[in-house]
T-cell receptor, first 113, second 114 residues
Framework: EAQVTQNPRYLITVTGKKLTVTCSQNMNHEYMSWYRQDPGLGLRQIYYSMNVEVTDKGDVPEGYKVSRKEKRNFPLILESPSPNQTSLYFC????????????FGEGSRLTVL | AQSVTQLGSHVSVSEGALVLLRCNYSSSVPPYLFWYVQYPNQGLQLLLKYTTGATLVKGINGFEAEFKKSETSFHLTKPSAHMSDAAEYFCAVGVPYGNNRLAFGKGNQVVVIP
């Protein structure tokens, strides 16, 4: 089954404790992206990757890092989480890097205390 | 840069009534337009999209949307609401080049009243 898989789905952590949210897709998509969803703000792009070893900032990259060492994986790293990073995070992938359909994971709900 | 406006964060509709969600976009070039739906505790999934060609686009679950260039709009409609249509709906705009950076609207939470 074609899918984007994120882990963990739910996480409660404390300020400053490094964490990684993993994302994996099995559709051989070159394009992958991370979004955060906050009430009243819709989806905002954090980082995206056009291909292996190619990443770039989205609209809200501060406090986040990403890496793309393999085509299928695109982890999101919070080096020193803060409460304002409490949010619902989505990973997405796409075949065509020109406004094609995005396939989303089920989301990772992160709470930073 | 492109952008999307969705008015009314919460929309209530009676079961069997028309569903109408409004989306207006801004883009300096001919846009690609999308509607995504998010059911509770799930990721977003594509409802329908407009790229080129016919301006009336039909999607899944009986939804459709019409691209109106003169009005810069891409409103989503369904003739008769069903309880299963309760979800959050996002309009998004992109362009046929570049980094696939879709700009999403803030979403409409649809409540269906029995």
């Amino acid at each position: 089954e074609a899918q984007v898989t994120q882990n963990p789905r739910y996480l409660i952590t404390v300020t400053g404790k490094k964490l990684t949210v993993t994302c994996s897709q099995n559709m051989n998509h070159e394009y992958m992206s991370w979004y955060r969803q906050d009430p009243g703000l819709g989806l905002r792009q954090i980082y995206y990757s056009m291909n292996v070893e190619v990443t770039d900032k989205g609209d809200v990259p501060e406090g986040y890092k990403v890496s793309r060492k393999e085509k299928r994986n695109f982890p999101l790293i919070l080096e020193s989480p803060s409460p304002n990073q409490t949010s619902l995070y989505f990973c997405a992938s796409s075949l065509f890097p020109s406004a094609g359909e995005l396939f989303f994971g089920e989301g990772s709900r992160l709470t930073v205390l | 840069a492109q952008s999307v406006t969705q008015l009314g964060s919460h929309v209530s509709v009676s079961e069997g009534a028309l569903v109408l969600l409004r989306c207006n976009y801004s883009s300096s070039v001919p846009p690609y337009l999308f509607w995504y739906v998010q059911y509770p505790n799930q990721g977003l999934q594509l409802l329908l999209k407009y790229t080129t060609g016919a301006t009336l686009v039909k999607g899944i679950n009986g939804f459709e949307a019409e691209f109106k260039k003169s009005e810069t709009s891409f409103h989503l409609t369904k003739p008769s609401a069903h309880m299963s249509d309760a979800a959050e709906y996002f309009c998004a705009v992109g362009v046929p080049y570049g980094n696939n950076r879709l700009a999403f609207g803030k979403g409409n939470q649809v409540v269906v009243i029995p």
